[in-house]
């Protein structure tokens, strides 16, 4: 097994149960096949995915903006 980034987002919330609730901000298109079976909500896809805190957006080039 080996790890790859498919992907940007923003940790939300942290479960009691360690569940990690992330708000994607950018998908890579390459790994498109791995956020459809994210979509899908398929466990082995589920149970294979790392959260890690890396960046901030703002290092990452990207800039967040919430409707209010």
Known sequence: MFERQIG???VTN???NGLVQVTVLEEI???AGVWQRVRNREATVLSQLVVKPSISPGEAGIRVRFNE
């Open 8 to 10: 940007i987002g923003l």
């Open 14 to 16: 942290v479960q009691q």
């Open 29 to 31: 298109p390459a790994h």
